[in-house]
Structures are given as C-alpha cells and as structure tokens.
C-alpha cells in the first residue's frame, strides 16, 4: 500500500482513475488487464457507477440466453457478467461458453487491446450525473469497500473533483465519446432504458448476428 497514490484509505488513484485499496487489484494487476485475452464473440458492458448496469446486465443476460437456451446457467448475473477489474466478488477467468460478457468501469485507456482490434461489441451506458451522484452517495453508505460519507454535500464536491471510485464522471463519459468510432460501441442512456420496449427491441437488433 505504500506504493499506491492514495486518494484516501479507500481509493487509490492510477492513470487518472481511482481504484479500491481493499480490492485484490493493483497497479501493475490493472495494467496487465490491456493484455486480457479477447474473443472475437465477446461483450463489453461499459458504464460508470451507478448508471444502470445491473439493469443492463439483466437486459444482455436475457438476450443472450434467448438467442443460446442450452447455455443458460443457473446463477446470479454477477457471475453471467464479471467485472473485469474487480476481484472482491468476481472471476471474469471463470471458463464460460461463448459469447461471454463483461463488465467494467475502465476508462477507455485501459481496456484490454483486443476490445478495439477485434472490434468487439460494445454497450456504454450513461446517466444523469445528478442521479448518478445521489444514486453513489446512497451507495456508498452499504459497500463495505468504500468510505461513508460524512455528508452529502462533501460527498457532492468530491464527486465534482473526480475524487470518488472510478474518478470523474464527466472524463469518463467525454473519453468515451472521444473514441466512439474507433471501437464497435453502442451508447444507451438510462432514463431512456425506462422505454423499456423500445430499448429491448434496439439491443435486440444491435446483438442478434450473435446467434
């Protein structure tokens, strides 16, 4: 730890980005992650936190076990969809049928090389920074991970300078836009997700040559 650009006894901060001290990753782990092994049927669920992923998740799960029945498992969508950079709860090594999901916080600098060479699929989404800061400041109070809050509005300037889990949320959803036509992303804003119809029937257009 003593290694490690701490942001507070929680966060560390590498590349711009700020990280979980009581994770099993560090620096040189995150780093290694550009050299992931990537398939050409993978998916990445790209988002910030607290912008609607576990509803995501649920949306590709359902997808996926719609267009491959046989492979459907019996499990959490935690463990249909690891985050990549995370080890606390998750193995995204764990041996799975093709095509396997993803999830990740990473900025677009640190993803794994083969997302943009093999351009594989990507789903980037956003939300509200409003929400997302009263979804994280509620959050923050449950996950053991990371430091409670002493009050909403520190908590509401730490957000502002980027010194919260994962770092800005205004860097990441402006790089990701910077580099959307050099990777194969799809972009779905969560207050649009409340279209609930309308987002299944897009996703399920955008992912049906997976079958």
Do not use: C
Request: net charge negative.
């Amino acid at each position: 730890m003593d290694s490690l650009d701490l942001v507070s006894p929680y966060l560390f901060k590498h590349k711009g980005s700020n990280f979980l001290v009581k994770d099993k990753m560090q620096p040189e782990d995150l780093d290694a992650l550009q050299y992931f092994e990537i398939r050409s049927t993978d998916v990445f669920l790209i988002s910030y936190p607290k912008s609607g992923t576990a509803w995501m998740q649920q949306i590709l799960v359902q997808i996926m076990d719609a267009a491959h029945p046989e492979q459907a498992e019996d499990v959490s969508n935690r463990l249909r969809v690891p985050w990549l950079e995370e080890r606390s709860a998750d193995n995204p090594l764990r041996e799975r049928p093709d095509p396997r999901i993803f999830g990740t916080h990473l900025p677009p600098d640190m993803l794994p090389l083969g997302v943009k060479a093999k351009q594989i699929k990507a789903v980037y989404v956003w939300r509200n920074p409003k929400d997302v800061l009263v979804s994280f400041y509620h959050f923050a109070h449950s996950w053991v991970l990371l430091e409670t809050p002493t009050s909403f509005e520190d908590f509401f300037q730490q957000f502002l300078d980027g010194k919260v889990y994962m770092g800005s949320w205004f860097d990441h959803v402006r790089e990701y836009y910077a580099v959307h036509k050099q990777l194969n992303i799809h972009f779905v804003q969560y207050e649009n997700m409340l279209k609930v119809g309308i987002l299944f029937w897009q996703m399920h257009v955008y992912t049906s040559n997976l079958s």
